[in-house]
Nanobody, 121 residues
């Protein structure tokens, strides 16, 4: 069993930056692929970024490529999402997820409760 707790969300102006963190407890996060997803009101949950268990491979949604960076510190059981040049359309509840397969689909076994990101124009 893995528990995931996101933090770092908040209110920021367009063009600003935030860094989200996902702290994992239970089984070592280093054995799982990790992903970030987001869900805006009235919309489906969508893929943002993923990182392999070793950190060697990453994947991004086209909408965030070049602005967001996913990374992980397995010694700290933590995954990060650095978000730069934020846009109002990035406003959403951001979820961290852990799974055995590195994927951009929602096929992750464990999910956090989410952290709200609001970008004002």
């Amino acid at each position: 069993q893995v528990q995931l707790v996101e933090s770092g969300g908040g209110l920021v102006q367009a063009g600003g930056s935030l860094r989200l963190s996902c702290a994992a407890s239970g089984r070592a996060v280093g054995t799982y692929a990790m992903g970030w997803f987001r869900q805006a009101p009235g919309k489906e949950r969508e893929f943002v970024a993923a990182i392999s268990s070793s950190g060697a491979v990453t994947s991004y949604a086209d909408s965030v490529k070049g602005r967001f960076t996913i990374s992980r510190a397995n010694a700290k059981n933590t995954v990060y999402l650095q978000m730069n040049r934020l846009k109002p359309e990035d406003t959403a509840l951001y979820y961290c997820a852990a799974g055995v397969v590195f994927t951009s689909t929602r096929d992750y076994h464990y999910w956090g409760q989410g952290t709200q990101v609001t970008v004002s124009s």
